[in-house]
């Protein structure tokens, strides 16, 4: 059976058990999760019946969206201009006491008209959040291979930057090594960048958000927070590494202050462990070196169809990791005015602990000559 419909399946057959007849989505991840079709402008509509669902699709996606389905129990219907107007069609001739809605990829504008059908109807309709996206925590094997496709991508373009001397880097500013590394992911044969990548030199690699400047690299700090996209899934890495630093640098210290956090936490990481115990033994780390008020955010997330997914990993994250759940571990140490290091890996938790699905390089870096 298609991976497609497997899920479908496993997912119309616990969520149709509860007191309601359609569940309605319409976050684009979610329904290319269930479906395979991908409709990068969010406007499509799957209607999931215990008997038959339906998918909405706006006329420019429609041969798409017919290629790329091969579930039988799903009736493809295209629309021109207005999807809830077609919804209304379809619930009309169907015999539903109560709908649920994923409140994902749902405007307010949305919900308005779709709710006034349902009044109209005297249908109960139901909020629900988070549904889709619970099944989407344990990775399947399709996942892993377009992960880990995507973290070898990743990868790559940290590798051939190493490769470079100083010199290339002086020639660049933040910007243009932003589109250098953007245009490695497409000679490698990625799909395209995962968001809009991090780029820091020197002081302003001490914001841990930061969006790259037009201004000259100089010697000292590279930050650089990235991924590759392969077939909708995400990889998320950040490697710091010195351009002719000088060697009594404070930075080196912080660098391996930072370093060995992140090998704690990963050899911790495990199923079984909650989040916020993972962000505590790292941050516990940091704290004991003196730098605990300079690692402020969470120490992870998940990664899939979406860059920022769960589980979370931060002080506050009851999530319990399990084995197939895809995440980051990213400590960090900031110095406003002068610099920060973080540094970031994609990892998958297995039976007994995690694997990195990203693998370059994580020595501390001084590129001279």
Known sequence: MDIFQKRFNKFKNSIL??????????????????TGFWGEDGASMLILGENKSYLLVHFIYHKVAKQEIDNPDIELIEYQTDRIKSFSKIIKNLDVKNIALEDTGLSYQDYVKIKEVMDHKEI??????????????IKDEFELENLEQACRFSDMVYDSLLELRPGFFYNLTETLLYLEMEKRIYEYGGHR???????????????????????LIKPGIILLDYGVEY????????????????KENKFKKIYDIVLQAQSLAIKNCRPGIKGSQLDKIARDFISSAGYGPNFGHGLGHGVGLEIHEGPMV????????????????????????????RIEDTVLIEKNG????TNCSKAYKNLTG
């Open 231 to 246: 077939n909708h899934y995400h990889a998320d890495i950040t490697r710091t590494f010195f351009v002719d630093m000088k």
């Open 314 to 341: 931060g002080r506050n994250s009851n999530d319990i990791l399990k084995e197939g759940m895809v995440l980051t571990i990213e400590p960090g140490i900031y110095l406003e005015g002068l610099g920060g290091v």
């Open 354 to 357: 995690c694997r990195l699905l």
């Open 124 to 137: 109960g309709l139901n909020i629900k959040s988070g549904l889709v996206e619970k099944q989407r925590l």
């Open 17 to 34: 058990k509860k007191d309601y007849s359609l569940f309605i989505i319409q976050k684009k991840e979610n329904i290319f999760y269930l």
């Open 193 to 215: 960048k995962s968001f809009d990548f991090i780029v820091a030199n020197n002081q302003a690699s001490a914001l841990p958000h930061y969006n790259a400047q037009n201004k």
